[in-house]
Every structure is written in structure tokens, then in C-alpha cells.
């Protein structure tokens, strides 16, 4: 499955430079390094980050963020168990000034097995 992130820029202050988008993910969940691939975008379209640090349980990316614009950061993830599990908190930052931030609440997910349910 993909997790998909949309950063959009409300207009408030000039551009964003030096945004750090942080997302940790459950246990349960394997991060999919798409840099080994020979088909890079398994998850659909992506904006191209600056920098993008995938680490055991997390992902880092890092991109500037003009005036009224957004950009879209995809992770494809796999499910190595069915079972509840607790999404942490999503968050991106101006990494130089600390005015500039925004926060997703984490949340419970289920994974349950695909296919049919009956």
C-alpha cells in the first residue's frame, strides 16, 4: 500500500526553503526503497524531494515549498502482519525557522488480509 502526503503552501510569508517532512511508521509496516528499483514510482506520481533519508522506520524528505504550491511525497509500504496498529504523527518543518510547521494527528489502523471480504 502507499502513503501518500500533500504539503500545501497557504500563502502566508514568502517560499518555504529548507522543509523537512517526517514520517515514522508501525512496526508492522516494511518501507519499500524505490531508489533499488529499476521502476522507481511504484506509487504513482511524486515530487521530487531535495534529499530523502529512508531509514528502518522512517522516512525523511526534504524540498523547498514555493508560494500558493503543494507537492506530493509518496511511500510504498508493505504489511508484514495483519493487526491493529497506531500511525504516528505526521509532521513537516521549516528546519531554520520555527515559525513555519504543520502536524497531521497520528492515528489506529487496521491492516486486514486483501481479497474478498465476505
Same mark, same amino acid.
Given at each position: 500500500?502507499?502513503?501518500?502526503?500533500?504539503?500545501?503552501?497557504? !500563502? #502566508? $510569508?514568502?517560499?518555504?526553503?529548507?522543509?523537512?517532512?517526517? *514520517?515514522?511508521?508501525?512496526?508492522?509496516?516494511?518501507?519499500?526503497?524505490?531508489?533499488?528499483?529499476?521502476? *522507481?514510482? &511504484?506509487?504513482? $506520481?511524486?515530487?521530487?524531494?531535495?534529499?530523502?533519508? #529512508?531509514?528502518?522506520?522512517?522516512?525523511?524528505?526534504?524540498?523547498?515549498?514555493?508560494?500558493?504550491?503543494?507537492?506530493?511525497?509518496?511511500?510504498?509500504?508493505?504489511?508484514?502482519?495483519? !493487526?491493529?496498529f497506531y500511525l504516528p504523527t505526521v509532521y513537516t518543518e521549516a528546519m531554520y525557522d520555527n515559525t513555519v510547521s504543520?502536524?497531521?494527528?497520528? &492515528?489506529?489502523?487496521?491492516?486486514?488480509?486483501?481479497?474478498?471480504? $465476505?
Open positions: 500500500f502507499v502513503a501518500t502526503v500533500t504539503i500545501m503552501h497557504p !500563502g #502566508i $510569508k514568502s517560499s518555504y526553503k529548507n522543509m523537512a517532512l517526517t *514520517q515514522v511508521f508501525p512496526s508492522g509496516w516494511e518501507i519499500h526503497n524505490s531508489r533499488m528499483d529499476e521502476n *522507481q514510482n &511504484m506509487g504513482g $506520481k511524486s515530487d521530487l524531494p531535495t534529499y530523502q533519508d #529512508i531509514r528502518d522506520d522512517r522516512v525523511y524528505t526534504y524540498f523547498d515549498l514555493y508560494n500558493g504550491g503543494s507537492k506530493t511525497y509518496k511511500v510504498v509500504l508493505n504489511a508484514a502482519y495483519c !493487526g491493529r504543520a502536524r497531521q494527528p497520528g &492515528m489506529w489502523i487496521d491492516v486486514v488480509k486483501g481479497g474478498m471480504v $465476505k
